[in-house]
């Protein structure tokens, strides 16, 4: 199995090059080759197969970033939603164009005598809009409130039609909100659902730009791995024309998730500062809260563990690698 992951430097990419090192296959085969390819090349990973680093722009995607022979393609580089609404040329190019580059590629490998590799997108929540009411079905239209959305949306079709051609073999996951994101915050605008956690786990302050009682649909890194691991080698042909899947994720709201946060240190939710950001909470606001998501179930992806074992994931595989990274006190310190 030869797998190319791009946006490999990134949060979730790393993540998965980390679970398939550890793995070593990926649906019961060995995994032959791995190649990180990233803007700048990624930093190289500790595994029992070779692993390639590469560097470049997806917009002009070097043929060393999908190799020949290459079976499972993870595409998750993007502008992420804050960033791509605020520069629309920078979103467009590479969440819309980039996506048209990997189908180029995978045309390609198909030209060259190759199988149709299966593409692993990862598209968004944010492709959706809905009040807070909202619990959408799995037949609900994409009605996009932000460019980023937009991008994700049509890059889904893009692939679905590139599929139902032959080049390339896509399945889309719809993620929510991946939470508690390590490091630093980002430029997404849900960047503040992982920070109200993270930062007083770290004994910092955090701003939180909406009410204790909003809802947000919600997953960790270890269920986003997992299920782009399923992906990466379920049955196609169970999907027909639609490549799309939303994920069971978790509907959680800020006050329990500040519980489950204070479950792991208390007192520590008290570091949230309530601060109004008209901008952030205009975008996030409009994200629909909860999803059915039967069709995942039935295709085989994982159910969602409850919001304190996401919490206690984060304190267990990424807390201390944060707090080293940003160079801060040990707790008590
Ligand atoms: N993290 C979440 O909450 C979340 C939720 C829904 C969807 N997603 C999607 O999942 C994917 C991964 O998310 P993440 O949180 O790891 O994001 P991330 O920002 O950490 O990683 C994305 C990577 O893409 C790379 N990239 C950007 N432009 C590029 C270009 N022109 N050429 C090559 N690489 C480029 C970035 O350098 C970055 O390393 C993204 O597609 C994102 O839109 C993430």
Redo the contacts with the bound molecule.
């Keep these: 199995m030869r797998i190319s992951i791009?946006?490999g430097?990134?949060?979730?990419?790393r993540k998965l090059a980390g679970r398939l090192a550890h793995d070593g296959k990926l649906g019961g085969s060995a995994v032959a080759s791995l190649t990180l390819?990233?803007?700048a090349a990624p930093p190289g990973q500790a595994a029992p197969f070779p692993v390639m680093t590469v560097g470049?722009?997806?917009?002009d995607l070097p043929s060393e970033a999908i190799p020949e022979g290459t079976d499972v393609i993870f595409h998750?580089?993007?502008?992420?939603s804050a960033q791509a609404e605020q520069d629309y040329d920078l979103g467009r190019r590479?969440n819309l164009r980039?996506t048209d580059t990997v189908v180029d590629a995978c045309r390609r490998l198909v030209a060259g005598g190759g199988k149709p590799p299966r593409v692993v997108f990862?598209?968004?929540?944010?492709s959706f809009s809905g009040g807070q009411e909202t619990v959408l079905a799995d037949d609900a239209r994409q009605v996009p409130a932000n460019s980023y959305g937009a991008q994700?949306a049509a890059a889904e079709l893009m692939l679905a039609d590139a599929s139902r051609r032959g080049f390339l073999d896509a399945v889309s996951i719809r993620?929510?909100?991946?939470i508690v994101?390590p490091g630093r915050p980002?430029r997404?605008a849900?960047s503040f659902f992982s920070a109200i956690a993270r930062e007083p786990l770290l004994g910092l302050p955090a701003d939180l730009p909406v009410p204790d009682n909003f809802a947000a649909w919600v997953c960790s890194p270890r269920r986003a791995v997992d299920w782009l691991l399923h992906a990466a080698t379920m049955d196609t042909t169970r999907m027909g024309l639609d490549r799309s899947i939303n994920p069971p994720g978790l509907s959680t709201t800020i006050a329990q998730l500040l519980r489950a946060v204070d479950d792991v240190r208390p007192g520590a939710s008290g570091l949230v500062r309530r601060v109004e950001d008209k901008e952030i909470a205009g975008i996030v606001g409009l994200w629909p809260p909860a999803f059915e998501a039967i069709r995942a179930r039935t295709l085989g992806f994982a159910s969602h563990e409850p919001i304190a074992e996401v919490i206690r994931a984060f304190v267990q595989d990424d807390l201390e690698t944060t707090r080293i990274e940003r160079g801060l006190p040990p707790p008590g310190g």
């Design positions: 791009l946006g430097g990134g949060f979730l990419g390819f990233d803007l470049g722009d997806l917009v998750l580089a993007a502008v992420v590479v980039g990862t598209s968004s929540v944010a994700k993620l929510p909100t991946v994101r980002n997404a849900s």
